[in-house]
């Protein structure tokens, strides 16, 4: 493997395959009246900075013309690939088939309704190449509703931060630059995109943050809205989860486990000592139902944890996907 102009090479049986050096992925959902614009100006940009790129659409079950215009678009822009989705699966499974077909060393993603800047791609990757693996961008001068969306973006990015111990202020912004080999670490469901820094840092990643353009929305509506909260209150609570007790599940599981047949076993003992020694009745007692109901849970967190375990290895052992990531080998005979 060699490098050449900011393209990847590779020669397979006197074929040279030449791989873009900067992809670029948009999932895309009912944006046609900016998809034109859009090609044009992330174009525009990337032939200015002389870098190899690709731009990949990514058509989430778009209800308008959108499909037909990116069909227009491919026909006439030789670097611009669209994927059409089945249906409309939301923005995290759009990224993933977006990162699955990449096929540059750096890859970048940005909202498809022009309100990220093209022109901040460059910056992205200078700071990048600085010896980052993810570069995130920060809406410093966000140009969205204050009460329906700033001060709900404010309050979540600093519980976010504070939960994941990736300080960002910025973890809504779609404008973000990967190393290829970062994004194929990861595997994204549910509504994870989000979190993408803080998965990235569960890998070990080196990551920045820096301010980037943000333009008022021209055509459309805002996909995002209050409605959404809750959604990304539970991926947080997975995210925590993955951060901490991905590979130790039982830590979480058994230490609530344990507590509560601990507290479970004292009530009972309390409760013994009332009926065998003081010649009381117990059976009226809410308490003994409370002593029953604690162990029983405690017996069934144990339970889960033992069964988290094991699924655990067999995920890992499956795979073959390993607990560590190693950065680089220096010295030595490198396999």
């Not at 006439?76 to 699966?89: D, E, F, G, V, W």
């Not at 080999?181 to 943050?209: C, K, Q, S, T, W």
């Not at 507590?259 to 479970?264: D, E, I, T, Y």
Request: net charge positive; hydrophobic share 45%; charged share 20%.
């Amino acid at each position: 493997m060699e490098y050449l102009s900011s393209h990847k090479i590779i020669n397979l049986e006197q074929k040279t395959v030449i791989y873009p050096y900067i992809s670029v992925v948009i999932p895309i959902f009912n944006e046609e009246k900016s998809l034109i614009k859009l090609v044009k100006n992330i174009t525009s940009v990337l032939l200015e900075s002389n870098f190899s790129y690709e731009i990949i659409c990514v058509d989430d079950g778009s209800q308008d013309q959108s499909p037909q215009v990116l069909r227009q678009l491919v026909q006439n822009i030789h670097n611009l690939k669209a994927i059409i989705l089945r249906r409309n699966y939301g923005q995290t499974p759009a990224m993933a088939a977006g990162f699955k077909y990449a096929q540059g060393q750096i890859i970048v993603t940005l909202d498809g309704d022009l309100q990220n800047d093209p022109a901040d791609i460059p910056k992205l990757i200078t700071k990048l190449n600085q010896g980052y693996d993810l570069v995130s961008g920060w809406r410093k001068n966000r140009q969205d509703h204050a009460l329906t969306r700033l001060l709900p973006s404010k309050i979540a990015n600093w519980i976010i931060s504070k939960i994941t111990g990736v300080n960002l202020h910025d973890y809504g912004c779609s404008l973000k630059a990967y190393r290829a080999e970062l994004v194929a670490d990861m595997n994204l469901y549910g509504e994870l995109h989000r979190f993408l820094p803080a998965l990235a840092f569960i890998e070990g990643a080196r990551i920045a943050e820096i301010p980037v353009t943000h333009h008022p929305r021209i055509y459309g509506q805002s996909k995002y809205g209050l409605g959404r909260t809750l959604r990304v209150i539970m991926d947080l609570f997975t995210v925590f989860f993955i951060k901490k007790f991905l590979t130790r599940p039982m830590h979480v599981f058994g230490l609530f486990g344990l507590g509560s047949m601990v507290l479970g076993i004292l009530l009972g003992a309390y409760l013994t000592f009332i009926k065998l020694g003081l010649g009381q009745s117990i059976g009226h007692r809410p308490l003994l139902i409370l002593a029953v109901l604690l162990v029983l849970t405690g017996v069934q967190l144990l339970s889960f944890g033992l069964l988290a375990e094991l699924v655990m290895r067999t995920y890992h052992e499956s795979q073959q996907r390993p607990i560590y990531r190693v950065r680089e080998i220096i010295g030595g005979n490198q396999h």
